[in-house]
């Protein structure tokens, strides 16, 4: 990922602190890593707990990984690396893996999952322990990335919904105070999508698990989201694909994308060729209706019109209550809906969750079916309820962020998070500032990615890169990247969310905004704090800014 001296520079320059080791009894660091594999010594039985193995590691190594993970994991730091595996209940049980940094900086830092998984974070695993964070991860209860496993077994499904992230701090936490001989100081999360629900979760029903919580694209209003995807899917001509009168091809699907940028230039980020305000534009899909002057395969037939008209808009219930927001314009580029095929997570959710029938048609999602749907939320999964006064009341801060371009979950429905919390706990934006900041980035996909300037420290594989110059620039970019390395650590010019958060619980600095930087790292932009809109590089209030 990056450089140990230039990740050392890093943490000195922003506060983050590490601590050389100390055990029971100064012990070495292997000595006490394999401490903890014996039973006599480390006692977890309270928490149905069994270690599986212990390893520590002094170099760079890339390990096996645990699970229905594939390939190796990367390892930076020097570390203990704990494998261990708990018994929610007599059917379920999840496998983890907490790694124990030998330069910890007295901080604790969980990890959530995605989609339906199922798989062990193990970039993020890496990620925490590079910035001295000891650092847990589990499985959320099964391997693999499908919904197969709940069916007919609710101890899974609760583990899936909210336990396994409860288990696994808890657990962390134990055998973390066991190796250092003492707790942390403070404790986070970190997640994106299905992570970044698990950490809104945490907030609202564990609000004792973390100070801190980073919550990226967060996969809110659970049911629905998975809901409106079938129905989108289907508006765009699942399960029959290319056979579809309403299914648009990859190359027509350019078209459309450059007809929105043309309509909605006056949202347009000049220099990046994205939609800044996609909230702002009203694509008016009938511009590309086929006739006798177009070119057909550059132009719309009238259910493709209305099919776009569906994406575009927001998704009504059976009585007319709003059930979700509309894809944002500019967010249709890489979008899996528009392939033709069902949504496999909304799939997998009716065959195995609401209905119990594998042999499920994905035809018959419709209103009725997602009412069903919400009706039953098992272990409140929806994770749609506003009143964060618990975490608040302790003194836990929440960050979260979200993709304008996110072709995933829109950014639409971490706005209406936001303002439910605003609601329930009847909060002004600037009294929400004391403990929930959410930050929309232009021009960013799903969790990262995009043409916009989405590095800003988030995860493992959005740290901007630094610009070397000079001669040796080749030979130090090498070095510096080591076995598998993609990243180096941010440059000073450009946040690191996590650590902005760190700086908001512990020193009570909260970040106004954040910088993040693109791609290559040449761009660098100012992402404000909603509700507030970017104005060069200031946040101003919506009626003051200008783009």
Not at 12 to 31: N, R
Not at 208 to 231: C, E, K, M, R, V
């Amino acid at each position: 990922m990056f450089g140990f001296k230039e990740l050392r520079n890093w943490q000195v320059s922003l506060g983050i602190a590490t601590t050389l080791f100390k055990s029971h009894f100064d012990l070495s660091p292997e000595d006490a890593c394999l401490r903890l594999n014996n039973d006599q010594d480390v006692d977890l039985s309270a928490f149905n707990t069994t270690i599986l193995n212990t390893t520590y590691f002094n170099n760079i190594s890339r390990v096996e990984k645990l699970g229905a993970s594939e390939g190796l994991a990367q390892i930076n730091a020097a570390l203990c690396r704990v494998q261990f595996l708990v018994n929610t209940s007599s059917l379920s049980a999840i496998t983890a893996e907490v790694w124990l940094p030998t330069n910890w900086n007295n901080r604790f830092l969980a990890l959530g999952n995605g989609g339906l998984g199922g798989l062990i974070d193990y970039d993020n695993l890496d990620y925490g322990t590079s910035l001295g964070f000891a650092t847990v991860a589990s499985n959320n209860g099964h391997d693999g990335n499908t919904g197969v496993f709940f069916a007919n077994n609710s101890e899974v499904l609760a583990d899936f919904t909210s336990r396994a992230i409860h288990v696994e701090t808890l657990v962390g936490k134990r055998i973390l105070d066991e190796y250092y001989s003492r707790p942390a100081k403070h404790s986070y999360y970190l997640g994106c999508s299905t992570g970044g629900r698990q950490g809104i979760y945490s907030a609202l029903y564990h609000p004792g698990d973390f100070d801190g919580i980073l919550a990226g694209a967060p996969a809110t209003n659970f049911i629905s989201l998975l809901g409106w995807s079938a129905l989108v899917s289907k508006a765009l001509g699942a399960p029959y694909g290319e056979k579809s009168e309403r299914y648009i091809s990859p190359t027509l699907l350019e078209h459309i994308s450059a007809e929105i940028l043309r309509q909605c230039h006056f949202t347009l980020r000049a220099k990046g060729g994205f939609i800044s305000e996609p909230e702002s534009c009203a694509f008016r899909p009938e511009e590309l209706i086929c006739s006798g002057k177009t070119d057909a395969g550059r132009c719309l037939s009238g259910a493709q019109v209305q099919a776009l008209r569906f994406v575009f808009s927001p998704v009504y219930g059976l009585n007319g209550e709003y059930i979700f927001p509309r894809l944002d314009p500019g967010a249709e580029e890489s979008n899996m809906l528009f392939s033709g095929e069902i949504f496999k997570y909304s799939d997998d959710w009716m065959k195995y969750v609401v209905f119990n029938d594998p042999n499920y048609d994905y035809r018959n999602i419709d209103l009725k079916a997602i009412a069903k749907a919400q009706a039953q939320d098992p272990g409140n999964i929806s994770t749609f309820n506003g009143d964060l006064s618990a975490f608040h009341a302790r003194g836990g801060k929440l960050i979260s962020y979200h993709g304008l371009s996110d072709p995933v979950i829109p950014a639409g429905n971490s706005r209406d998070f936001y303002d439910l919390v605003s609601r329930t706990l009847n909060a002004t934006s600037s009294t929400l500032d004391e403990f929930y900041r959410l930050f929309l980035v232009p021009g960013m996909g799903h969790c990262s990615g995009g043409r916009g300037s989405f590095r800003f420290g988030q995860h493992s594989r959005a740290t901007p890169p630094i610009e070397y110059k000079g001669e040796d620039a080749a030979s130090k970019v090498s070095e510096d990247l080591g076995v598998g390395k993609k990243n180096l650590p941010v440059e000073e010019s450009v946040n690191n969310i996590l650590l902005d958060l760190v700086n908001w619980v512990e020193e009570g600095r909260a970040p106004d905004f954040i910088r993040g930087a693109t791609e290559d790292g040449k761009s660098k932009q100012v992402h404000c704090r909603y509700p507030k809109k970017v104005s060069g590089d200031n946040c101003l209030d919506g009626p003051q800014a200008k783009q």
